[in-house]
């Protein structure tokens, strides 16, 4: 099957509802191999993760019934996982697994589009649900960050990733995966002394991600602003933005957000 093709057999069987299956599975798998995780500190820092998990995550994205999110999801947080075990033990993987059956032909783009939006949707409702249990926090303009789509796309996963790793460490978080590197967002720079500026690189356009780059900086109501940058483009070729002068390259959620803090703590 070609990319453009129909959508295969197995994959058509899981998109029809099959809602008392799939979730009686997907409890079972989340209690046993992830939210144990936070019981042993040891496993959870290595990250290891069961084989089967990543399947029954996909087959609950494809299925019809999208109710299967909410279950995955308020199961995870009735367990007190953390974001970062939700990270590496569910949407890693399951990013993985949707990158091999991309690159096998087993979906097609349509697919991956459903599949992404719905993982958005797992993460979303994931921070929502954490959020209601979270403790107040003070503003602290020290700790204010926008994130943006540099590109617009408005669908990148690692985006709406980086404003959720940031929030969740108590950071003022503006602007998301649908902020675009618009007139808008340049408005919301130089009207706010925003400590950092996290932008998403989708594109691999080299000359229009620099001018982006210059203009964040230059536009900026903090003259010391911190420009952040990551994504699909930056891993393929990290040595073009350090060459720009950005301050901090990012490899992922996690790793910005670590980074970011080391740079302001020094």
């Not at 959508?7 to 079972?28: K, Y």
């Not at 964040?216 to 070729?237: E, F, H, K, T």
């Amino acid at each position: 099957m070609t990319r453009q093709g129909t959508i295969p057999e197995n994959l058509r069987r899981s998109l029809v509802p099959c809602r008392s299956v799939d979730a009686d599975a997907l409890q079972r798998a989340i209690r046993s191999q992830v939210a144990s995780h936070m019981v042993d500190a040891e496993r959870e820092r290595s990250g290891a993760v069961g084989g089967v998990l990543p399947h029954l995550v996909l087959d609950a994205l494809l299925a019809t019934d999208t109710s299967l999110i909410g279950e995955v999801v308020a199961t995870l947080v009735s367990h007190d996982v953390s974001l970062d075990l939700f990270h590496r033990a569910i949407l890693v993987p399951v990013a993985e697994r949707m990158g091999e059956m991309w690159c096998d032909d087993e979906i097609n783009f349509v697919m991956v589009e459903i599949l992404s939006m719905r993982m958005r949707m797992m993460l979303n409702r994931f921070v929502e649900l954490q959020r209601k249990t979270a403790a107040h926090r003070e503003y602290d303009p020290r700790r204010s960050i926008i994130v943006a789509d540099a590109h617009g796309a408005g669908h990148d996963l690692g985006i709406s990733l980086v404003e959720a790793f940031f929030r969740d460490a108590g950071w003022d978080v503006e602007g998301g995966a649908h902020q675009g590197a618009d007139n808008h967002f340049f408005d919301r720079l130089a009207r706010r002394e925003f400590a950092v500026v996290a932008l998403g690189m989708t594109s691999g356009h080299a000359q229009e991600d620099r001018i982006i780059v210059e203009r964040s900086r230059a536009v900026s109501a903090n003259s010391s602003v911190l420009v952040c940058v990551g994504g699909p483009a930056v891993r393929q070729n990290p040595t073009i933005y350090q060459d720009w002068g950005v301050d901090i390259i990012a490899m992922d959620a996690p790793d910005a957000l670590r980074r970011v803090e080391e740079a302001l703590a020094a």
